[in-house]
């Protein structure tokens, strides 16, 4: 059963790989007309109507020579000292989706439903065998695999998704008939086409799904991580996807509920804002409930139940860490350098979150560009979201699971996780108590530590672990022969550090 998991996982993987190729693309001056605003397409007609009706046989160069005509008009644009009339839209994506033609485009639901149906299926049938009704959690080969265990495969899984993250954010144009498969579902969820944001959250929702279920099996025995993980289930699914499409569909703005600042670094820019206040009563509850999310009930929350309550529970990060990433969990770093290099590096993207949000509020207010007339708030905005919201959090943050553990990501530059953290350490009544008594020093609780915790030196000690890295994931429990370990919250000066 497990190996016909496998022949459908890999023929579903072939079969979404060969839809790349799938389509060939025409332009006719009518796409382009109907796709860019009339402004846009009068300044780029002159400089695609070489491609006029020529049929492209790959979406590389289609789309390719697209962007490049649009590169052309911002250099002209520039010469002319007209930089504010510059095409920012991303009609290398919405140009190379409107031509295209073929297998893909006159097949999207039976694609769709074929790719994911083998996908799902595959997974599953691979899963499902491992259920153990006798007690236990059965970590065999792990360190051995070579999916695991940074080896060949686990190479290149993570090199597959790094590639995947580069292209979806940076060149979306490149996977357009990956997209185009979605239409349907985008269409019957939102009312609109598929982006490649609808790909990525739907394929990010599918992996939290599937990879819970893995999960359920695993830890079949422990109830704390059957309901914790139905818990990132059901806010992935519910709060992170569905919701969203809803509101669009609904012409209203589109919002992740549970999803805060500053890891939402997007909150307070100006567009954001405009929007929830034209959209009368919910948009103003939407920027209201956002406020109070990070101000009031981070600290509130997190006083009570820890930094659980949110990264192991809620966030969609998270999810995605403690279901797909599970695999890898085991490959966290657990020196001291890198406990200094995380201490140093995910307060530092707090520090640049917070500067960069005082700017953009300070631009939305005062309506001048830059702080002081020094700092441009745009070229923060730029960088941020460039080097922390693309990058680290998504390009190193999910490809470097098979790499460098699960958590990278919420370990090293999540600035809400640091904000978490702060809390936790200084003013919670969460903790971890350990019996140093019944310790063994088999060493589990630290291996499986997704946060590189040595948590066997706190065991040893009989000190109760109160790090603000912490998520309280509550695995190091879970793996523990001897009970040792216990997510508690008491009074804080019960505290035994």
Known sequence: MKNTGIFLILTALVLWIALLFGNTFKLTPEILFDTASQEHADLLRPKLEGLFDQEHSNVFSFSSSIKNAITEVNNELDAEGKSHQKIYDTYELSLTKASGNGLVSNNKGLLFGLVFSLLVLGALMFILPDLNLLPG????????????????????????????????????????????????????????????????????????????????????????????????????????????????????????????????????????????????????????????????????????????WYCSWVCGCGGLAETLGDPFRQLSNKSLKAWKIERWLIHAVLVFAVIMTIGVIYTYMSGNSAIFGVIDTGTLRYYYGFAIGSIFSGVVGTGFYPLMGNRVWCRFGCPLAAYLGIVQRFKSRFRITTNGGQCISCGNCSTYCEQGIDVRWYAQRGQDIVRSSCVGCGVCSAVCPRGVLNLENGPESSRNI
């Open 137 to 308: 959690i059965k970590n065999d080969g792990i360190f051995h695999h070579p999916g695991t265990s940074v080896k060949w495969l686990g190479i290149i899984l993570g090199a597959l998704l790094i590639i995947f993250y580069i292209l979806l954010y940076f060149f979306p144009h490149f996977i357009s008939n990956w997209i185009i498969v979605l239409d349907p579902l985008s269409n019957f969820m939102n009312g609109n086409k598929a982006s490649q944001w609808f790909l990525y959250g739907f394929l990010y929702t599918i992996a939290v799904l599937v990879m819970g279920i893995r999960m359920l099996v695993k830890y079949l025995h422990s109830k704390y991580q059957m309901i914790r993980t139905g818990s990132v289930m059901f806010f992935q699914l519910i709060f992170a996807f569905m919701i969203p499409e809803i509101l669009t569909k609904l012409n209203m703005p589109s919002a992740d509920l549970k999803n805060m600042w500053p890891l939402d670094y997007s909150f307070f820019f100006d567009y954001r804002i405009d929007q929830k206040i034209e959209a009368g009563t919910l948009g103003i509850f939407m920027f209201v409930w956002g406020i109070i999310l990070f101000a009031v009930g981070v600290p509130v929350l997190t006083y009570f139940y820890g930094k659980r």
